[in-house]
Nanobody
Framework: QVQLVESGGDLVQAGGSLRLSCAASGRTFSSYAMAWFRQAPGKEREFVAAISGGSSITYYADSVRGRFTISRDNAKNTVYLQMNSLKPEDTAVYYC?????????????????WGQGTQVTVSS
């Protein structure tokens, strides 16, 4: 069982930056691939970024590539999402998710554990 707690969501102006954090419980954090998803009001949850257990593989959605960076610190059981050049269309609840293998994926169905989400609002 893995418990995930996100933090760092806020209200920010367009063009600004935020860093989201996701703290995970357990002693085998490095054996999990981690990902960030987001869900805007009235829309389906969508993939944002993913990272392998050892950080050698990262995936990004086309909409965030070049602006967002996913990283992890296995010593701290934490995964991060650095978000730069934010746009109003990035407004959503951002969720952290853990997959029970080191290889990441873009599909939400492959992630077994989810956090409660953190709100990111980008004003124009």
């Amino acid at each position: 069982q893995v418990q995930l707690v996100e933090s760092g969501g806020d209200l920010v102006q367009a063009g600004g930056s935020l860093r989201l954090s996701c703290a995970a419980s357990g002693r085998t954090f490095s054996s999990y691939a981690m990902a960030w998803f987001r869900q805007a009001p009235g829309k389906e949850r969508e993939f944002v970024a993913a990272i392998s257990g050892g950080s050698s593989i990262t995936y990004y959605a086309d909409s965030v590539r070049g602006r967002f960076t996913i990283s992890r610190d296995n010593a701290k059981n934490t995964v991060y999402l650095q978000m730069n050049s934010l746009k109003p269309e990035d407004t959503a609840v951002y969720y952290c998710a853990a997959k029970v293998t080191v290889v990441p994926a873009r599909s939400s169905g492959q992630y077994a554990y989810w956090g409660q989400g953190t709100q990111v609002t980008v004003s124009s």
